[in-house]
């Protein structure tokens, strides 16, 4: 299916399904906006008080056990380049994982299979946005509930209503095939992607920590859309 042009500020773009020869520039832009969150996470990890304990601590013990203040200061540089690794540890992963699993062939993870789809917003020939959808992985609910996965607008296109347009036709499939929720989950420092879900209707129903994110402070947060029932001839709220 493929939605009318929409016009903005800026530039007219349209949605339509993924094509197999959209697939360089789809998976540059889904680790492109991954990657985004690097520095987000880097500042974060640096504010929390055990990095200061370990960055003053540990300069401050290698100065009093070497009296070298430039020992300690190249101490604390390898430290900080280390934390920098390891704010970039987790969107590695996550790219790596998803290039490994539904994103290895979009075709056959998103357009082949009943119930998911793959979106892309086209404008001026050029794939600036993309989602994806698919039932949810515990069995007992794939019938019931759809995720959204890897929504990301390229960055030059951002402000232009790309992201919301995306998010209303991936509702619009869940609520055409009888969907009863939306669910999703991101991190809580993807502020913009958080402030858009609520602002289209998404509730947080649950918080988690990964492993790593537990290490470092920084929550899952899930959030789920409640469609209206089958029977209701249009959808509400956000649509």
Not at 13 to 31: A, M
Not at 88 to 103: G, N, R
Not at 138 to 144: G, S, V
């Amino acid at each position: 299916m493929e939605t009318p042009t929409h016009k903005s500020s800026m530039a007219p773009f349209h949605i339509r399904k993924y094509q197999e020869s959209d697939r360089q520039k789809v998976v540059g832009l889904f680790s492109q906006g991954m990657f985004e969150h690097v520095p987000t996470t880097f500042r974060h990890i640096l504010k929390l008080p055990q990095t200061s304990v370990v960055l003053l601590g540990g300069a401050l013990a290698l100065f009093l056990v070497s009296g070298s203040w430039l020992l300690a200061l190249v101490a604390g540089l390898s430290l900080l380049a280390a934390l920098r690794l390891l704010a970039k540890f987790p969107w590695t992963q996550y790219v790596a994982h998803s290039l490994q699993t539904d994103m290895s062939d979009i075709t056959k993870s998103y357009c082949s299979k009943p119930g998911s789809c793959f979106w892309v917003a086209e404008s001026g020939g050029q794939v600036v946005g993309i989602v994806g959808a698919r039932p949810v992985e515990e069995p007992t609910l794939q019938k019931e509930q759809l995720e959204l996965l890897h929504l990301s607008v390229a960055l030059e296109h951002r402000g232009q209503g790309i992201a919301k347009a995306l998010v209303r036709t991936l509702l619009q499939f869940a609520w055409d095939l009888g969907y009863s929720e939306v669910v999703l989950s991101t991190s809580m420092l993807q502020h913009s992607a958080l402030a858009l879900y609520q602002h289209m209707g998404f509730q947080k129903t649950r918080q988690y920590f990964s492993v790593f994110c537990r290490l470092v402070a920084i929550p899952i947060i899930q959030l789920t859309y409640r469609l209206p029932a089958a029977q209701e001839s249009h959808l509400t709220g956000a649509l």
